[in-house]
């Protein structure tokens, strides 16, 4: 089965629309939220943090998404959602010195909140839908999508922002969010409404003890996490600021350089996807290691940075989408959405702790170079790890 052929299904194909649509939206703005910060004098601490809150809620949220998304209808729930993501968005247009960082922070939250319950609420909704091999297409569009819209709104928002400034871009983002709404009205979806009769806190409980009970679910949900070593927001725009901004604008910088890196995340599925299987995935997990170790050794040169960016983006996507694949395939549908909750909030809290650890190793006074060489040996372990669970468990 081709893409093509999944994006045939309505469902699919509107709600891929709209993930175009809403996740261009989000990276476009992100440039303008670091390069704002960064005009504003924001220190290395200060650029950790901005990173970090936007991965905060899936972690600390994580019990609460899960029986939100088993209790409320779906198209509900992402139209209150949307709509909590335009307010958030349009709040920004109001920070302009970083006298009010604190109020950044919370607009950051409250919009990543919202993108984190509707992205863990689609990730449990499609096994509900499809299975098998339109499912792993499904999961493989669906990390083409935000790739794609990670290169595109990495690259127009930063010509945008260096060209009309923080608030129009902030508008336009509103704007696009805006039009993601109009789509969804239209969405048609007929699903069986699983009846839940425990209270919040029962569901809470059955979630955990399901989780504890199984082990093989709680391996693969660490070793999805490892992908969140390749949270590079903190570590690009220290790059653009420490690195570069002599040679070009910071946000121009910014933008091209996550563009480049997701065009490697857009490219490779297309032929990794083919022949990643549970047999070679170590060997996956291995070269991304030694791609982001490339990153390292050639950041002293904007060009040659770009390259190994490319290159450690290549393989990101493929291992992102075929770890949550293989979660989805061993979790039972009555507990998805609470299992989909967990999972994001161990790969965001593997976000966070990367991204934190960037701020503060830098403000220590190591190197760049070398914190890159550190992320990258992370997942030459995680290739060990998987070793280990595949002799176990397959």
């Known amino acids: 089965m081709t893409y093509r052929e999944t994006l045939k299904h309505p469902v699919i194909?509107?709600?891929?629309?709209?993930?175009?649509?809403?996740?261009?939206?989000?990276?476009?703005?992100?440039?303008?939220?670091?390069?704002?910060?960064?005009?504003?004098?924001?220190?290395?601490?200060?650029?950790?943090?901005?990173?970090?809150?936007?991965?905060?809620?899936?972690?600390?949220?994580?019990?609460?998404?899960?029986?939100?998304?088993?209790?409320?209808?779906?198209?509900?729930?992402?139209?209150?959602?949307?709509?909590?993501?335009?307010?958030?968005?349009?709040?920004?247009?109001?920070?302009?010195?970083?006298?009010?960082?604190?109020?950044?922070?919370?607009?950051?939250?409250?919009?990543?909140?919202?993108?984190?319950?509707?992205?863990?609420?689609?990730?449990?909704?499609?096994?509900?839908?499809?299975?098998?091999?339109?499912?792993?297409?499904?999961?493989?569009?669906?990390?083409?999508?935000?790739?794609?819209?990670?290169?595109?709104?990495?690259?127009?928002?930063?010509?945008?922002?260096?060209?009309?400034?923080?608030?129009?871009?902030?508008?336009?983002?509103?704007?696009l969010y805006s039009v993601a709404v109009m789509l969804l009205l239209g969405l048609q979806l007929k699903l069986e409404k699983t009846l839940h009769i425990a209270s919040n806190w029962q569901m809470l409980k059955e979630g955990f003890f399901y989780l504890k009970s199984h082990m093989k679910l709680l391996h693969l949900i660490i070793l999805h996490a490892a992908i969140g070593l390749t949270s590079f927001d903190a570590l690009i725009t220290l790059l653009a600021d420490l690195r570069y901004k002599e040679f070009i604008a910071v946000p121009l910088s910014i933008g091209i350089m996550n563009a480049t890196r997701a065009i490697g995340l857009m490219t490779g599925p297309f032929f990794i996807g083919k022949i990643i299987s549970k047999t070679n995935l170590h060997w996956f997990f291995l070269l991304q290691g030694m791609a982001i170790g490339l990153w390292s050794v050639l950041e002293y040169n904007f060009y040659l940075a770009l390259f190994s960016l490319f290159v450690t983006g290549f393989f990101i996507t493929t291992l992102w989408s075929y770890t949550y694949l293989l979660i989805q395939e061993e979790t039972e549908p009555k507990y998805m959405g609470r299992v989909i909750s967990y999972n994001d909030m161990c790969f965001m809290l593997s976000n966070v702790i990367t991204a934190l650890f960037i701020g503060y190793a830098a403000k220590t006074g190591l190197s760049l170079e070398t914190i890159t060489a550190v992320l990258g040996m992370g997942f030459v372990l995680f290739a060990l790890y998987y070793l280990w669970f595949k002799k176990r468990y397959l």
Request: no cysteine; aromatic share 12%; hydrophobic share 60%.
């Open 13 to 175: 194909a509107r709600l891929s629309l709209i993930q175009l649509i809403s996740y261009f939206g989000t990276w476009f703005s992100q440039v303008a939220i670091f390069s704002m910060i960064v005009s504003f004098g924001a220190d290395e601490i200060t650029i950790a943090l901005t990173a970090a809150m936007a991965m905060l809620p899936a972690v600390v949220l994580a019990p609460l998404i899960g029986i939100i998304i088993d209790r409320i209808d779906f198209k509900k729930l992402m139209l209150v959602l949307l709509l909590i993501e335009i307010s958030a968005t349009i709040g920004f247009i109001f920070i302009n010195s970083l006298d009010f960082i604190w109020m950044l922070l919370g607009l950051i939250f409250i919009r990543s909140a919202a993108a984190s319950v509707l992205f863990s609420a689609e990730m449990a909704l499609f096994p509900k839908l499809i299975q098998g091999k339109m499912l792993k297409n499904t999961n493989e569009i669906h990390s083409i999508i935000w790739s794609f819209t990670y290169a595109a709104g990495m690259a127009v928002g930063g010509v945008i922002t260096y060209k009309v400034g923080f608030d129009t871009a902030f508008g336009i983002d509103a704007l």
